[in-house]
């Protein structure tokens, strides 16, 4: 079974370009997660699909952070105006279920997309 | 949301047990015991899940005592491989939210 991937792996960009992640979650699961990581601090939780419906978009900092889901499958994130705050690692997840009995077998990671803003 | 403690970093050798321990002294009732780990520039991969006592897998053991305040994970026979990120998480935020901590960066040297 194919994992979750996430593309570009790399982005540098420059303060106040616009940048958009893609996550392909896999085939089947409805949950899918948006995890970030900025330089030193701890992976946070930014928002959580199911289907193509924003279940908990609690995490996200601001607005300059849309995330879509449209038709249910792929997911983007995508940052405008970026800052330099932004950088870090942003990371999707996906799962089957997302219930407190299950959801820790179910979540699969992608390798992250490692975003600088210069 | 229980928080939980553990070491910041731990040095092994190949071939060697690693044990590592996560305080969790307000785990709830219904609150599982999970760990992950994570390879430099790769995401979280889930290795091992427990309520009480003991499960072992094919990647590592997890020993949770009777009053769950804490749990071990167990690494055998440690290769360069296994060094990693490793996280204690206790619970779930609102069911599906997964809290990381600073976690155990474990660096095994040959």
């Known amino acids: 079974e194919a994992g979750v991937t996430q593309f570009p792996s790399h982005s540098v960009i420059e303060k106040g370009q616009t940048v958009t992640l893609r996550c392909d979650p896999i085939s089947g699961h409805d949950n899918l997660y948006w995890y970030r990581r900025v330089m030193g601090k701890e992976i946070k939780f930014l928002l959580h699909f199911v289907k193509e419906s924003k279940q908990d978009e609690s995490g996200m900092p601001n607005n300059r952070f849309l995330a879509e889901r449209t038709g249910g499958t792929y997911s983007t994130l995508k940052v405008q105006p970026a800052e330099l705050e932004d950088s870090g690692v942003y990371f999707c997840?996906?799962?089957?279920?997302?219930?407190?009995?299950?959801?820790?077998?179910?979540?699969?990671f992608g390798s992250g997309t490692r975003l600088t803003v210069v | 949301l229980a928080k939980t403690t553990q070491p910041i970093s731990m040095d092994s050798y190949e071939g060697q047990e690693v044990n590592i321990t996560c305080s969790h002294n307000n785990i709830a009732t219904n609150d599982y015991i999970t760990w992950y780990q994570q390879f430099p520039s790769q995401g979280p991969r889930f290795i091992i899940q427990g309520y009480k006592t003991k499960v072992t897998n094919e990647v590592a053991s997890l020993f949770i005592p009777a009053d769950r305040k804490s749990s071990t994970l167990s690494l055998p026979r440690v290769s360069l491989s296994d060094t990693a990120v490793y996280y204690c998480l206790v619970g779930l935020d609102n069911d599906y939210k997964l809290s990381f901590g600073a976690g155990t960066t474990v660096t095994v040297r040959a």
């Open positions: 997840a996906s799962s089957q279920v997302a219930s407190r009995d299950r959801a820790n077998y179910g979540y699969t």
